[in-house]
């Protein structure tokens, strides 16, 4: 029972938690991608970005003397959300709306947006340097340690409690984006640009409507996203830039353009990393007892060394374009 | 007063023009078909009506207004509506929501159109939760009309709505059209199947390299020798 | 179109002579040895990229390579490694690795054993499950061993001369372009980037880790140069330092040059002809039969060799490996903003573009300091009080220009300063 609670704390808990960081980066990658048909590399930004605006607003609150019972952090997330949607409008009017009118090629966008991705972490690390700062300076981060000796486990299942607000949020978030694009108008007609682009103007679709309210929901959930992984570790400026690539893989692996593919690639990346480094002898240690001597489990038995956990995602990606670059989920193939 | 009315229309994909002085005149009882040989600007014709492309001369004016180089999302409000040739199917949704797709300019309830598409196709009645792309090709080309006439469309125009289809399907996708058109909706088509097509026609144009080069009503167009021998292959 | 590119060389010369004059010749001297090495480096992506209209986002990972190729070929001999158990230990994990090989190559052919369909793909798996668990059971101890005290830290150089250093840093890096050319060319643009940069980051976590190989974050120096060093020269003092960069300079030219000029050469022959086909109209040149992936993996490849040289040359001028210098931002991103703003498809603009952007790069940090400065004295003579950190923020101001650059050229001349003259084919 102690090997299984030690289990769940370091993959469950640990995966589900990247797992909902990769899978909000990764809708709003895909999102982008189905629309206007380019990788949006500075969606890392996005998130960066975002992530200090919650963490300006959350020190003005607490300036401001408002408290809460919950993390700072997540108070202030809706409006950081906001103010990160505007941003992401206007990186779009700025910088890709020109290049697409002159009729640009997709290639030429993504060198875009790693421009756009220079320059907003040159800002951000202009603004705020090169350190790292943490949204709980002044108030703690609650624990939680759930004793479970009733069930004859020595240790408690600990979870801190910006990781169960964020598996909360992020399922939440789930669920509204599915109701947005199942239920609404706009939604329908964000699926229908994503489907046929061509179709959807002929229909009248009002493409540019859609191709705004993309880039708010990709602002939204890339603020969502980079302030959880804020509060989980610590805010830097390259934050996100340092996990574009295993976001990218969750979108890659459940197929671009798809957003369910991309929640589900997110989990799997997330799980993936955290059992790929995961130190097998702690749970199959009761076997030494029974093991011959030449046979006793080494102190760590895990897949892969832990320096390599960002490798996991990357070989997955690889592995992905490879074996099959619609995404395991049925992707669409353009 | 022509429901549309195209005068000396000029314009092309960039380079050189397309068209060269394309005239062409509905009335909202008609059904016009355009014929030609591949290549002579049918189908740029009907985007150049929706903005699809740049009209660098003449006018299009519908319901009485200049609408040359207006785009789709000011155009179907208008009344106005188009099937394109290929690829007129949203293929991951299913075919209700590519019926609302159709409705998305309109403000109103859409309910009743919904109904009297369904009506006029009920295998898409029977199908309406169904992924678009899982239909047979004539269901499919069903489904792109009753999308286009989701926004009660004033002139409804089908690009080649019988390509690939198989000759009963082709009886049956221009009854349907006929249908249409006496519910007063007028239709200004492209077809392949000439013979067939003008049969029906109230009004014919036959194009060629960009510009008229016979206009009359479809049995007319038939019965003259000129065009029977050059365009419907003797 | 060449006065256009004359006036921007000698442009650019009297930028030079400017930097040489506020900053001094000792910096001037070496920026100018590393805009050489970098010119080599963007010459590779122009090919990939500019000729073959090949995406590769994964530049940093070549640099790597090369630079970790020309430290263990003139590194000095580690004798304490050689008379040690670890060359031992390390055939051990070959013969390991060879016999994962084989395995993973056995279950790829099981189909002629009559397994087909998802039972050869679970066999597939296996095997490479199987391939790792043997190979990384003998790396891991050797490693392990190495790297304590009595297997000598790490293995150490060869002692061989630097030149070979980089010429094996080329084929280091072609070997390896090779296999990931093999099997990314295939994909379309956004993925082959993104596959690209995935691999760049395997390789840089591997060498970076791979402390019995590389020394890891341990750094490497000091690594010798392929030319006489600055106290090789009698009388030491600036004048040595300049005659000895001097000489590293020539050679870095020299090796730009020959460069230029076989790549001139082959592009102006039939080969470029097929190249251009290719890259214009991918599927009519398909259709004509002309092997495209073969090309493409033929441009690919040669891209990645001055890559791994420019690389090596980098590491052999600076004297250190140090692994976790390697940034995408660096090392990939800069290298496309030079080929970009320069010209793509034209190799004197990605020369141009690459001393161009380098010079900009190494400026932007003193020069933000130099405006820093002013509006801190301003500012605090107006009570505002002076900027904080100005040092570290300058260091941080070359990103943003960067990122600014590359946003004015693709806005305002998408084609770069040099652009690629057209050739009308017979
Ligand atoms: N998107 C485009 N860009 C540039 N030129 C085009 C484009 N589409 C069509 N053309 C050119 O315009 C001309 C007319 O094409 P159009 O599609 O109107 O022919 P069509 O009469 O509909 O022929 P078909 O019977 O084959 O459908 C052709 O020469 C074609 O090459
Ligand atoms: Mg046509």
């Known amino acids: 029972m102690t090997e299984l609670i030690f289990f769940i704390n370091q993959v469950v808990i640990s995966g589900a938690v990247l797992g909902c960081i990769y899978a909000l980066g990764a809708v709003g990658i895909t999102l982008v991608f189905g629309i206007l048909r380019f990788a949006h590399f500075a969606h890392s930004e996005l998130m960066t970005s975002g992530a200090f605006f919650a963490f300006l607003l959350a020190g003005a609150f607490a300036a401001w003397g408002i408290t809460a019972p919950i993390p700072m952090g997540f108070v202030v997330l809706p409006i950081a959300m906001v103010i990160s949607a505007i941003f992401a409008l206007g990186i779009d009017k700025g910088f890709y709306a020109p290049l697409r009118k002159r009729g640009a090629k997709p290639v030429t966008l993504l060198i875009a947006s790693i421009g756009v991705t220079l320059m907003v972490q040159g800002l951000i690390r202009l603004f705020f340097g090169a350190g790292s700062y943490s ?51 706009l939604g329908k007609a964000m699926r229908a640009m994503a489907d046929n682009a061509d179709l959807a103007q002929v229909s009248g679709i009002n493409t540019a409507l859609v191709v705004r309210v993309t880039w708010i929901i990709a602002g939204a959930l890339g603020c969502m996203a980079g302030t959880m992984l804020a509060l989980d570790v610590t805010l830097k400026p390259d934050l996100a830039f340092n996990i574009i690539i295993p976001i990218f893989a969750a979108a890659i692996v459940g197929g671009l353009g798809q957003a369910y593919g991309a929640i589900a690639g997110g989990l799997l990346i997330g799980f993936a990393e955290s059992l790929a480094v995961f130190n097998w002898t702690m749970v199959l240690r009761p076997l030494n007892a029974i093991l011959p001597e030449w046979l006793q489990l080494p102190a760590t038995l895990a897949f892969v060394p832990t320096e390599y956990k960002l490798t996991v995602a990357f070989v997955i990606l690889v592995v992905t374009l490879l074996v099959r670059p619609t995404g395991i989920f049925k992707g669409a193939s353009s | 007063m022509a429901l549309i009315e195209l005068k000396h229309v000029v314009g092309g994909y960039g380079g050189a023009p397309i068209l060269n002085g394309v005239n062409i005149a509905i009335e909202p009882h008609d059904i016009g078909v355009i014929v030609g040989p591949n290549g002579a600007g049918k189908s740029t014709t009907l985007k150049a009506i929706f903005g699809l492309l740049k009209v660098t001369g003449g006018t299009i004016e519908f319901g009485g207004e200049n609408v040359a180089n207006s785009l789709p999302d000011r155009l179907v409000p208008k ?93 049956e996708i221009f009854e349907t059209i006929v249908r249409v058109n006496k519910e007063g909706v007028g239709i200004l088509m492209v077809e ?43 | 179109m060449i006065q256009r590119s004359l006036t921007l060389f000698a442009g650019l010369f009297a930028l030079i002579l400017v930097i040489g004059w506020v900053m001094g010749l000792p910096f001037t001297s070496s920026r100018l040895v590393e805009a050489a090495a970098y010119a080599l480096i963007a010459l590779g992506l122009n090919l990939q990229w500019g000729y073959g209209g090949l995406f590769n986002f994964g530049i940093m990972g070549f640099l790597m390579v090369g630079g970790f190729a020309v430290t263990f070929i003139s590194y000095p001999v580690n004798p304490q490694f050689w008379g040690a158990d670890g060359p031992w230990l390390l055939g051990r994990a070959l013969l390991a690795f060879f016999a994962g090989a084989l395995l993973v190559l056995a279950a790829r052919q099981s189909h002629r054993a009559g ?72 994909l379309r643009t956004d993925y082959l980037a993104i596959a690209t940069i995935g691999i760049s980051e395997i390789i840089r976590a591997l060498i970076k880790n791979m402390d019995w190989l590389t ?11 392929p030319v006489p060093l600055p106290d090789a020269y009698a009388g030491g003092g600036q004048p040595a330092l300049l005659l000895a960069r001097g000489g590293f300079l020539l050679l870095a030219i020299a090796v730009l040059a020959i460069a230029i000029l076989l790549i001139s050469r082959a592009y102006a022959g039939p080969w470029g002809r097929m190249m251009r086909a290719i890259r214009d109209n991918h599927i009519a040149s398909a259709s004509m039969g002309k092997n495209v992936t073969a ?102 101001m070359r990103v943003f220009v960067l990122g600014l650059v590359i946003t004015i050229a693709l806005r305002f001349a998408p084609k770069g300063l040099i652009p690629e003259v057209v050739r009308r084919e017979g």
């Not at chain 3, 952007?357 to 605090?380: G, R």
Request: aromatic content about 12%.
């Open chain 1, 135 to 185: 949204f709980f300076e002044t108030e703690t981060k609650d624990v939680f340690r759930v004793d479970l000796s009733a069930f004859g486990s020595t240790r408690p299942l600990v979870i801190t409690e910006p990781q169960l607000l964020m598996i909360v949020v992020t399922a939440l978030s789930v669920i509204a984006l599915h109701l947005f694009l199942t239920r609404s108008r």
């Open chain 3, 295 to 396: 090309r493409q993996l033929e441009i690919f490849v040669f891209g990645s060799v001055l890559m791994g040289i420019g690389g090596a040359m980098l590491v052999s001028f600076v004297q250190i490996f140090d692994p976790s210098s390697y940034q995408p931002i660096n090392h990939t991103f800069l290298i496309w903003v030079m080929v970009i703003v320069g010209g793509a498809g034209n190799n004197w603009g990605a020369v141009f573009g690459a001393v161009l952007i380098w010079l900009i790069w190494v400026i932007s940090e003193p020069l933000a300091k130099a405006v820093f400065d002013v509006v801190s004295y301003w500012s605090s003579t107006a009570g505002w009080g002076a900027i904080p950190d100005i040092e570290a923020r300058s260091a941080q």
């Open chain 2, 192 to 234: 392949q199947n000439a013979r067939q097509a003008l049969a029906f026609a109230s009004k014919g144009f036959v194009l060629a390299s960009g510009q008229n080069r016979f206009t009359g009503t479809g049995p007319e167009l038939i019965a003259d020798p000129e065009v029977a021998k050059s365009f419907l292959g003797g």
């Open chain 3, 115 to 186: 397994i087909t369909g998802k039972w050869k793909t679970v066999l597939t798996v296996i095997a490479w499950f199987v391939a790792y668990c043997i190979y990384r059971s003998q790396i891991d101890p050797a490693a392990a061993y190495i790297e304590s005290d009595a297997g000598g830290k790490w293995v150490g150089g060869l002692g061989a001369h630097p030149v070979l250093g980089w010429l094996f840093g080329g084929v280091l890096a072609a070997a390896i372009a090779y296999f990931v050319g093999k099997i990314s060319l295939g």
């Open chain 2, 79 to 171: 009344g106005l509506s188009f099937v394109p040739q290929e690829k007129n199917v949203f293929t991951s949704m299913s075919v209700e929501e590519n019926l609302e797709m159709g409705a998305f300019t309109r403000k109103d309830d859409f309910r009743a159109t919904m109904a009297w598409v369904y009506e006029m196709f009920p295998v898409l009645a029977e199908k309406r939760r169904q992924p678009a792309g899982e239909l047979s090709g004539g269901q499919r080309q069903m489904v792109a009309m009753g999308r286009a006439l989701m926004s009660k469309p004033r002139l409804l125009m089908l690009d080649e709505p019988s390509a690939g289809l198989s000759p009963r399907y082709v009886i």
């Open chain 3, 215 to 225: 020394r890891g974050t341990l750094t490497v120096s000091p690594i010798p140069w």
